[in-house]
């Protein structure tokens, strides 16, 4: 009898919010609030599976198809990707999956959750090759993103499944890079406000797409991945009013990306010029890709006037959550001051390692 515990912790995107599917790069890092999945071979034909947090029960036959998907059915949409590449369940298992990562907060819960159940299939029934955390979060895209043909890219399955604080090249040249520099004073503040994840992801990467395409009506070789700021005027000239904060905010983004890259190089990152960038990167998505709400906005002023480095909303957007970096022993006060402004709850976060799969053998 076979005992399996899968392990993912959230995420928060650091810079990078809305690129990713656009092929831009994105610097996120896991945080040490996880999904842990344990499951006991039960000798059954099914997978009985116990969410207490949410206080309910799913059971599924190890023989059923997912042949018409509802929305969002993860657990589904897992076995029929999995299946693709040889990974069918024999036997049932008892399982009960609880977290520390609060939900609709935008660090990720749902593709956590999705790597936990993706990690422990794969440990119970093979093949144990793809048991890396590349293809844990590429199998975790697919059945997060493809196969409901959703907006969202690679950034969330990836950073969870590597961990730590990643650079995640999301384009054709995929390819990821950990980034070693030390990150303090990091605080995570929940607005309370459930944040909209699929209909503004749609409504700001169509306007980014199609501002790009029309770009490129007039300047064919026109990569949104080669762009740089200093040609920004030229590219606004071709697009209407509507489109411009789009293709402004992707290029903006991107050069703030590859700036904190750099700082993520030093030998001493320097947060103030961390947090700096982190509040470039909020002006861009606050006022020009449009996705806060007023929450998070007294949230973030709030950080800010108690001393707070940066501050940025984190995710898709339209509530969620926010992050903060905090100069040392500035961390109560801040903290304080979020709560005071009408925040759900505010903590510090550290820096986690990426998601993993164990099994113990049980006596009969």
């Avoid at 990562?101 to 993706?118: C, D, Q, R």
Wanted: overall charge negative; aromatic content about 6%.
């Amino acid at each position: 009898m076979r005992e399996i515990i899968s392990i993912a912790p959230g995420r928060t995107c650091l810079f990078g919010d809305h690129q990713d599917y656009l092929g831009l790069p994105i610097i996120a890092c896991a945080i040490n609030r996880h999904i842990t999945l344990k499951a006991r071979e039960n000798n059954s034909n099914n997978f009985i599976i116990n969410l207490p947090d949410i206080n309910q029960t799913r059971i599924i036959p190890i023989s059923e198809k997912a042949l018409n998907l509802e929305k969002e059915d993860f657990f589904m949409s897992a076995l029929k990707v999995l299946q693709r590449y040889h990974c069918i369940p024999n036997t049932g298992y008892e399982i009960e999956i609880t977290s520390s990562i609060p939900i609709n907060a935008g660090v990720s819960s749902s593709s956590a959750l999705v790597v936990t159940w993706v990690q422990f299939l794969l440990k119970a029934f093979g093949p144990n090759e793809l048991l890396t955390p590349e293809s844990v979060g590429q199998l975790t895209f697919e059945s997060e993103v493809l196969e409901f043909h959703n907006p969202g890219g690679k950034m969330d399955q990836f950073s969870i499944g590597i961990g730590n604080i990643i650079y995640l090249e999301t384009g054709n040249d995929f390819s990821y890079e950990v980034l070693q520099a030390p990150l303090s004073g990091l605080i995570l503040a929940e607005s309370g406000v459930p944040k909209e994840t699929i209909g503004l992801l749609k409504r700001v990467k169509e306007k980014a797409w199609k501002a790009i395409t029309e770009v490129q009506k007039r300047i064919p070789e026109f990569k949104i991945e080669e762009s740089k700021v200093e040609d920004l005027e030229m590219y606004l000239s071709f697009l209407t009013d509507d489109l411009k904060p789009y293709l402004e905010a992707a290029i903006g983004n991107f050069n703030i990306t590859k700036k904190a890259l750099l700082e993520f190089k030093k030998e001493v990152l320097d947060l103030h010029e961390i947090g700096d960038l982190m509040n470039r990167h909020h002006h861009y998505l606050k006022n020009l890709l449009k996705i806060t709400v007023p929450k998070i906005d007294t949230m973030i002023d709030a950080a800010l006037n108690a001393g707070a480095l940066g501050a940025k909303i984190v995710g898709s957007g339209g509530g969620g959550s926010i992050a903060v970096i905090s100069p040392k022993n500035k961390e109560a006060q801040i903290i304080k001051a979020i709560l005071n402004a009408g925040a759900k709850d505010a903590y510090c976060v550290a820096v986690a390692k990426g998601a993993n799969v164990s099994e113990i053998n049980l006596l009969k």
